[in-house]
């Protein structure tokens, strides 16, 4: 089988052939049919994650492919993958074929496209965890969604408005304001009118930061007094400065976003809202690539190129 693996950390994944896994006693081999690339392999890829994965390792946190072989798992069956360890320090999805415990798969009631299943888990269970478990969001209140255009900004804008909430969803350029979900008001960061109001009206419940950075300081200004701000992402860096006195007399709760926290109301949340991908209530922006082009994907994800999530189908 071919199989996409990292022999150097912070180096280009080879496409390469290898064994196809056997399982052992409480796994399950599974036929990989779409793996997402994600900014956690990026960060896994350069070495300094936490868990290090023995070198050479097959990236790859989240996929989805039906069952071949199984003790527990009907063969046939489609599942997700959704073991922490799964591209961590276990080989992960970017290949053919992989073996992961029975308990690290999760079989969906619903069956939709592979790379739906691939995808669909952490962008919706991150949203519905923030906005329900952290932010204990209420219809009528307004919230802002920094990196709105985003898998996890956009699924958190559109939970949002399903849940009666008025959302402000903040992108990096005007053009990208057309992209965004019905019903979401669009500011772009440089709108410099736009952002100047925010600032002067402070008219957020709940800010939801998807992309960190510097820029958050400002961010969590347009924050009403007393309101929250649930921060889940750095991809615009992984710092930034706060004035402690301004903070104190704002009130503002800054909330650390950490899913694996929430690992129960994760998984019911992804599953309770899986139909409405079926029937195209909820919708998810992805760019598909080959395996071949894995090498592409993690460069563009990198530089914040991909719209959505990008997929690795199979």
């Not at 559109?158 to 909430?165: D, E, M």
């Not at 736009?194 to 998807?210: E, F, K, N, S």
């Amino acid at each position: 089988m071919r199989a996409a693996r990292i022999h150097e950390w912070k180096s280009a994944p080879v496409v390469e052939e290898v064994a196809i896994p056997e399982r052992g006693i409480g796994e399950s081999l599974v036929r990989i049919e779409a793996a997402t690339v994600s900014h956690l392999d990026v960060t896994v890829q350069t070495g300094q994650f936490e868990l290090t994965p023995p070198l050479p390792y097959v990236p790859g946190c989240e996929g989805a492919g039906t069952v071949i072989e199984s003790d527990k798992h009907t063969p046939g069956t489609q599942v997700i993958f959704r073991d922490g360890a799964v591209g961590l320090d276990k080989n992960g999805t970017w290949q053919e074929y992989a073996v992961a415990p029975n308990g690290a798969l999760l079989p969906l009631d619903v069956a939709v496209d592979a790379a739906v299943a691939a995808a669909f888990f952490t962008p919706t269970a991150t949203a519905a965890v923030t906005l329900f478990e952290i932010g204990k969001l209420e219809a009528g209140q307004t919230v802002i969604v920094s990196g709105a255009s985003g898998a996890v900004g956009s699924m958190t804008a559109q939970l949002a408005l399903a849940a009666g909430a008025k959302v402000i969803g903040l992108v990096s350029r005007s053009s990208q304001i057309s992209g965004l979900p019905t019903g979401v008001l669009g500011v772009a960061l440089d709108d410099s009118v736009g952002t100047a109001a925010l600032a002067r009206t402070r008219p957020a419940d709940l800010l939801v930061d998807t992309v960190g950075g510097q820029g958050l300081r400002e961010r969590i200004d347009w924050v009403r007094f007393g309101g929250k701000a649930a921060i889940l992402g750095y991809t615009a860096g992984t710092e930034f400065t706060l004035d402690l006195p301004n903070w104190f007399f704002s009130s503002v709760a800054i909330l650390p976003v950490n899913l694996m926290a929430y690992g129960v109301a994760a998984e019911r949340y992804a599953t309770e809202l899986l139909p409405k991908f079926a029937d195209g209530s909820l919708t998810l922006a992805m760019e598909e690539f080959s395996l071949d082009e894995v090498s592409t994907a993690l460069n563009r994800l990198s530089s914040r190129q991909i719209t959505g999530r990008a997929i690795i189908r199979f």
